[in-house]
């Protein structure tokens, strides 16, 4: 067993341990996870049960809440960062410093989950809170060993680059946001809750604004980067092109030119505020539009590729056209009965500030999972019922970001009520799908343990040992 097979084993595991822990935690699996003495409720919950719904905020213990999100997220993030890496790993870094960079990317993605976890529900001890941020610096450290190792030889490497570049960025982006709490606490914690009643009420606040732009900057260059690595292992020849007109040299440099611009915008949102998120929008256009004509282009016969194809299509269906139509709409009715910041849109808005993020993480869960079952080893020929799934896996994935999309903006404009749980997008197409798409995670994950489980649990003190590959 190589290094490489066991590190995406390993992830594999701390992803289904993590969510899964997570996915007990919700309001419909209270019975469950009092029978295995988690607790019955959370300090600032959000989840109304005399109304099946979720407050905006549950005031009072609104600190609790707003530190267990960043907890969540960011643990969630370092797993896929990690599986990220790994392919990385695999493709462009051998011997000795692939040996390092897996490892150390294990030990930091650990540190990160398993002290975000006891912080959170094992008891606020800063020790932990520590330990958390000492994870994060170690993966940072990684990243810098990364960058000084990997030396990109053409285009769709400079484009890798670039955005390990920019996630680094991103990385100090939030040290100093993480940094600056501490001192502007209350300031912060304010403007966090005003922004989910009215964003426009938080805009003055730099630590909100410096907070938007890390979210917006880190999903999205993250998601560029698994994108890009996928197209790495479909494979595009150089004279690919699509129409004649695209080649992939042209696509390559738009898609450089989108990332780094969307990067840049985002990261001045912390600076002159909501004038920048104008060209977030465009620049996203642009580099979907790169990403999905590599995916035409890419090597015919792959499923990977029809992935990607249909990844792309979600994230102009589900994120970048709502994104430009919530714009457009924000402060003038056109394409809805009233200017989205409207206050009979407060619940929408909420749901949509939400849900945006969620879209983008999604994606990355996605993609990895398709990866994971596709390469190295292709699980998808080996055994045929995984081909199935996969395409049941896709199809729920579509279904699911157009679902998310009719609850956050299809409901017409009304007085606010809580988020409620009964809504029939999440009943009857969102719901349905994620239960599709878990399964495809149990039965991925069932695949790895018999694949490469046993065998690591046999050789791991050759692993510790042996050679990257």
Known sequence: M???????????????????????????????????????KLPGSRYNEDINGVEIVNEGFDNFYLGRVAFVYHSVF???????VTIFGALYLRDQIQRIVLDLSCIA????????????YGGRDFFWHGTFLAGLSLFFFVGILILLNFKPKN??????????VLLLIGGVWGAWLGASFMHFRDEYIEALIKSRFNP?????????????????????????????????IAGVEEDAAFMKIFTAKRLYYLALIGQLVMAIAA????????????????????LIFATLLLSIIAKKDS???????????????????????????LRKAVFLPLPFRDPLYDWAELAYNVGHWHLLLFSWGVI??????????????????????????????????????????????????????DNVWVKFIMEPSLIVITIGVAISYLIYLYEYGITILKSIPKILKGSPQ
């Open 267 to 286: 990261y001045a949102v912390t600076f002159v505020g909501k004038i920048a998120h104008l060209i977030i929008t465009p620049a996203a256009m642009l």
């Open 368 to 421: 990895l999972l398709i990866i994971y079952t596709y390469w190295p080893e292709n699980f998808l020929e080996k055994y045929t019922y995984v081909k199935w799934i996969s395409w049941l896996v896709l199809i729920a994935y579509f279904v699911a970001m157009v679902g998310t999309n009719l609850y956050m903006l299809a409901n017409p404009p009304m007085e606010y009520v809580p988020n409620p749980y």
């Open 78 to 84: 370092i797993l896929f960062l990690y599986a990220s």
């Open 109 to 120: 993605a650990i540190i990160v989950a398993v002290s975000a976890v006891l912080y959170n």
């Open 155 to 164: 285009l769709l490497e400079w484009n890798i680059w670039l955005s390990g």
């Open 200 to 232: 426009d009420l938080a805009e003055e606040n730099i630590f909100w604004r410096a907070l938007t732009s890390h979210e917006h900057a880190m999903i999205a260059i993250a998601l560029t980067l698994v994108f890009l690595l996928a197209l790495s």
């Open 303 to 329: 499923f990977l590729r029809v992935a990607l194809i249909v990844g792309n299509v979600a994230m102009w269906v589900a994120v970048a056209l709502p994104g430009a139509i919530v714009a457009i709409n």
């Open 2 to 40: 190589d290094r490489v097979r066991f590190h995406m084993f390993t992830v594999a595991t701390l992803f289904v341990l993590l969510v899964g822990f997570y996915i007990l935690l919700s309001p419909s699996l209270k019975d469950v996870r009092v029978a295995i003495g988690l607790p019955e």
